[in-house]
C-alpha cells in the first residue's frame, strides 16, 4: 500500500531534521502537503527540482527570525501572512473550525478562533463562514485593536473578545469560542459544573461564568478576560464557552472538548437516580499538584484540601466535602418512610 503524507507529517519530518528527498517516491501527498511543498520551493528551496536543503526548509516552516508586531513594516507582515508558516497556522484554525463544526459545537455561522502571532498581532477566522468548511485563504490578520491587516474577507465580529483575552493574558497564544449544547446549557443555567468527578476536567479545564452581555461589545471581552488569570475555559452566560491556550490553537479546541464531554455525562450521572459518587479532597488534591505543574490555571491552587470539592450549587445528591456529614438523599425523609411502611404493615394484615 501507498503510504499517505500530510502536510503535519512533513513539517514533522522537517521539525526532526528530516530532508523532504528521503520521501518515498510512490507516496500519495495530501492537497495541503503539496500546497506546502509548493509553497516551500516557490520561495527558493529548491524542493521541485530535488536540491532542497533541509535547514531551508525548516527555516520556512519555522516562525519569523524578527518577531512581528502592528508596527512591522507592511511587506514583512504580508511576507509572514503568506508564508508556509503563515499557512501552516490557518490550516490548523480549518482543522479546529472542522472539529467545531464536525461535533455541534457551532451552529450557522456561529464560533471563531484566532492565533496570536506576535506582540499584538493574530491570525482569526472570517465573519459569515461556517467553520467547518473554511480555507486557509479566508483567514485574517488582525492587530490587538481589531484593525484588519490582511486577508479578502472580513474578520469576525466577536473577534474583540479574543484580543482582549491576548491583551490581559500574554501567555494565551490561541483561543477558540463555539457555542456547544451542553456546556451552553450550564452558560444559561449561569452554573459551573459540579467537581471532584472526572480526573481529566480536573486537570485540563479551569471554569468559571463571565455574566452576559452582548456579543462582540468590549464590554463583553472585558468580562471574559477578567477570568483568565484563573480559568482558561469560559462559559459566556446566555450565550456559549470561550477557551484559551498557552500551548496551541488545538490545545484550546481540547478544553472545549473536555467541558463539554464533561457536561454530557454529568447530565447523565444525574439521571440514574443515585448520588454520583465523587472522589475525595486528598485525590482531587494529586490532580491539581499535576495541573499546576502543567503550567495550567485553576483558582483552587493553594486551597485547603476540605475547601476542594464544595458543590453547593450542584443540586442532583452532590454534597460538599467541607461537611463530612453527608447529607440525605434528595425526597428521602426517613419519618415519612416510617409511616409509609406502618400503614402497608396494616393493610397486608388486613389482607391477611
Ligand atoms: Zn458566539
Same mark, same amino acid.
Given at each position: 500500500?501507498?503510504?499517505?503524507?500530510?502536510?503535519?507529517?512533513?513539517?514533522?519530518?522537517?521539525?526532526?531534521?528530516?530532508?523532504?528527498?528521503?520521501? *518515498?517516491? #510512490?507516496?500519495?501527498?495530501?492537497?495541503?502537503?503539496?500546497?506546502?511543498?509548493?509553497?516551500?520551493?516557490?520561495?527558493?528551496?529548491?524542493?521541485?527540482?530535488?536540491?532542497?536543503?533541509?535547514?531551508?526548509?525548516?527555516?520556512?516552516?519555522?516562525?519569523?527570525?524578527?518577531?512581528?508586531?502592528?508596527?512591522?513594516?507592511?511587506?514583512?507582515?504580508?511576507?509572514?501572512?503568506?508564508?508556509?508558516?503563515?499557512?501552516?497556522?490557518?490550516?490548523?484554525? !480549518?482543522?479546529?473550525?472542522?472539529?467545531?463544526? &464536525?461535533?455541534?459545537?457551532?451552529?450557522?455561522?456561529?464560533?471563531?478562533?484566532?492565533?496570536?502571532?506576535?506582540?499584538?498581532?493574530?491570525?482569526?477566522? *472570517?465573519?459569515?463562514?461556517?467553520?467547518?468548511?473554511?480555507?486557509?485563504? #479566508?483567514?485574517?490578520?488582525?492587530?490587538?485593536?481589531?484593525?484588519?491587516?490582511?486577508?479578502?474577507?472580513?474578520?469576525?465580529?466577536?473577534?474583540?473578545?479574543?484580543?482582549?483575552?491576548?491583551?490581559?493574558?500574554?501567555?494565551?497564544?490561541?483561543?477558540?469560542?463555539?457555542?456547544?449544547?451542553?456546556?451552553?446549557?450550564?452558560?444559561?443555567?449561569?452554573?459551573?459544573?459540579?467537581?471532584?468527578?472526572?480526573?481529566?476536567?480536573?486537570?485540563?479545564?479551569?471554569?468559571?461564568?463571565?455574566?452576559?452581555?452582548?456579543?462582540?461589545? *468590549?464590554?463583553?471581552?472585558?468580562?471574559?478576560?477578567?477570568?483568565?488569570?484563573?480559568?482558561?475555559?469560559?462559559?459566556?452566560?446566555?450565550?456559549?464557552?470561550?477557551?484559551?491556550?498557552?500551548?496551541?490553537?488545538?490545545?484550546?479546541?481540547?478544553?472545549?472538548?473536555?467541558?463539554?464531554?464533561?457536561?454530557?455525562?454529568?447530565?447523565?450521572?444525574?439521571?440514574?437516580?443515585?448520588?454520583?459518587?465523587?472522589?475525595?479532597?486528598?485525590?482531587?488534591?494529586?490532580?491539581? &499538584?499535576?495541573? &499546576?505543574?502543567?503550567?495550567?490555571?485553576?483558582?483552587?491552587?493553594?486551597?485547603?484540601? !476540605?475547601?476542594?470539592?464544595?458543590?453547593?450549587?450542584?443540586?442532583?445528591?452532590?454534597?460538599?466535602?467541607?461537611?463530612?456529614?453527608?447529607? *440525605?438523599?434528595?425526597?428521602? #425523609?426517613?419519618?415519612?418512610?416510617?409511616?409509609?411502611?406502618?400503614?402497608?404493615? &396494616?393493610?397486608?394484615?388486613?389482607?391477611?
Amino acid at each position: 500500500m501507498k503510504p499517505v503524507i500530510s502536510a503535519k507529517d512533513i513539517e514533522a519530518l522537517l521539525a526532526h531534521g528530516g530532508d523532504v528527498r528521503g520521501l *518515498p517516491t #510512490d507516496a500519495i501527498l495530501t492537497p495541503s502537503a503539496k500546497d506546502l511543498l509548493r509553497d516551500l520551493a516557490r520561495r527558493g528551496h529548491g524542493v521541485a527540482d530535488g536540491s532542497a536543503n533541509s535547514d531551508s526548509l525548516a527555516t520556512a516552516t519555522a516562525p519569523p527570525a524578527k518577531p512581528l508586531s502592528s508596527r512591522s513594516p507592511k511587506a514583512e507582515i504580508d511576507d509572514f501572512f503568506n508564508s508556509a508558516y503563515g499557512r501552516n497556522l490557518k490550516e490548523q484554525i !480549518c482543522d479546529v473550525g472542522r472539529r467545531l463544526w &464536525q461535533r455541534a459545537y457551532v451552529d450557522g455561522n456561529g464560533g471563531n478562533i484566532a492565533i496570536r502571532v506576535g506582540e499584538n498581532i493574530a491570525l482569526c477566522t *472570517p465573519t459569515l463562514v461556517s467553520k467547518g468548511f473554511m480555507k486557509p485563504e #479566508d483567514m485574517c490578520l488582525v492587530d490587538f485593536e481589531g484593525n484588519q491587516f490582511c486577508g479578502a474577507r472580513n474578520r469576525t465580529s466577536e473577534i474583540l473578545m479574543h484580543l482582549q483575552i491576548m491583551k490581559r493574558q500574554p501567555r494565551a497564544v490561541a483561543t477558540v469560542h463555539c457555542h456547544p449544547p451542553y456546556s451552553t446549557g450550564f452558560a444559561v443555567a449561569g452554573m459551573v459544573p459540579p467537581t471532584c468527578m472526572i480526573p481529566e476536567y480536573e486537570v485540563f479545564a479551569s471554569v468559571g461564568v463571565a455574566p452576559y452581555r452582548t456579543p462582540g461589545t *468590549p464590554e463583553m471581552g472585558k468580562l471574559v478576560a477578567d477570568l483568565t488569570d484563573k480559568h482558561n475555559t469560559i462559559l459566556m452566560a446566555n450565550h456559549g464557552v470561550v477557551s484559551w491556550s498557552h500551548n496551541n490553537v488545538e490545545d484550546a479546541y481540547f478544553k472545549v472538548e473536555i467541558l463539554e464531554a464533561y457536561c454530557r455525562t454529568i447530565l447523565v450521572t444525574a439521571q440514574l437516580g443515585v448520588p454520583p459518587k465523587t472522589m475525595t479532597p486528598a485525590q482531587l488534591q494529586d490532580l491539581l &499538584q499535576i495541573k &499546576q505543574s502543567l503550567g495550567i490555571p485553576d483558582p483552587r491552587h493553594g486551597l485547603k484540601e !476540605c475547601e476542594l470539592c464544595d458543590n453547593e450549587e450542584w443540586r442532583p445528591g452532590v454534597t460538599c466535602a467541607i461537611s463530612p456529614k453527608a447529607e *440525605p438523599a434528595v425526597g428521602f #425523609d426517613p419519618e415519612a418512610e416510617a409511616a409509609v411502611q406502618a400503614i402497608t404493615d &396494616q393493610i397486608m394484615a388486613k389482607l391477611i
